[in-house]
């Protein structure tokens, strides 16, 4: 039983409304921070890079762009250099906001929210990406398959799995986000069942032992899984270029 004093509470963030609009203020200045992060992690390393000897900044980035690189060519072949960039962005921002979470930024720690919390783990962040990452997809969709290609693609391999076909598009965003926000928000419920379970003196070493296997180790692989999950659907949409750049010339 919990002490009735105790009560899990999460998922809830300090609002300002600014323009008729409610926006969750911790969770905007995290953002912020980890996309100032991101920006001074990329001018940084394009003003030391150089063809000698990399530094370990330029090593670091180009460990990220190898591994989005290799993913993309395995996916859709020499096309999918197109969208490294857009792979090695997605997976630094989410890693990073993911990693914000270990940061200590809780004025009194088993009593307060975190100033700095994982934006990740607030349902906003990964739907806006979601939303993003799917509305490109449509459009690079549109560009290779052309408007009749694009509607005929839906009733492929036969027409009565059209409904199923559209019912798949209208899920791919949902899986994106909630596929990364409920594995960082389940991150959140720990620390919350933490906090409230255990005494005082022992949430410290609790906190020490769960919050790096939860935001380091668990936010890289949800970083990974939602940029995979981007360079398929991008495969997907664009895969019938590739049928046509390998089908035989007619005799």
Do not use: C
Request: hydrophobic content about 55%; glycine content about 8%; charged content about 15%.
């Amino acid at each position: 039983m919990l002490y009735s004093a105790k009560e899990i509470s999460v998922g809830v963030h300090p609002m300002a409304r600014l323009f008729g609009l409610s926006f969750e203020y911790d969770i905007a200045l995290s953002t912020v921070v980890a996309a100032a992060i991101f920006l001074f992690l990329m001018f940084r390393m394009t003003s030391k890079v150089t063809d000698g000897v990399p530094g370990k900044l330029q090593v670091f980035w180009e460990m990220i762009q190898e591994m989005v690189s290799d993913l993309a060519v395995s996916v859709m072949g020499e096309r999918g250099k197109k969208f490294v960039p857009l792979g090695v962005t997605l997976f630094l921002f989410i890693l990073i906001s993911n990693w914000i979470g270990i940061l200590p930024t809780a004025m009194h720690p088993g009593s307060s929210g975190d100033i700095l919390p994982a934006p990740t783990s607030d349902v906003n962040l990964p739907l806006a990406m979601a939303a993003l990452v799917i509305v490109w997809v449509h459009v690079e969709s549109f560009r290779a398959r052309g408007v009749g290609g694009y509607f005929r693609h839906y009733k492929e391999p036969m027409i009565g799995l059209l409904p199923i076909n559209v019912i798949e598009e209208i899920t791919k965003p949902v899986t994106m986000t909630f596929r990364l926000f409920g594995n960082l928000f389940s991150g959140v419920i720990m620390i919350s069942v933490i906090t409230t379970l255990l005494p005082i003196y022992a949430i410290p070493v609790a906190e020490i032992v769960w919050k790096p296997f939860d935001d380091l180790f668990i936010g890289a692989i949800q970083a990974y899984i939602f940029m995979l999950l981007a360079i398929m659907y991008f495969g997907m949409a664009t895969s019938h270029v590739e049928s046509h750049e390998h089908a035989p010339a007619l005799q």
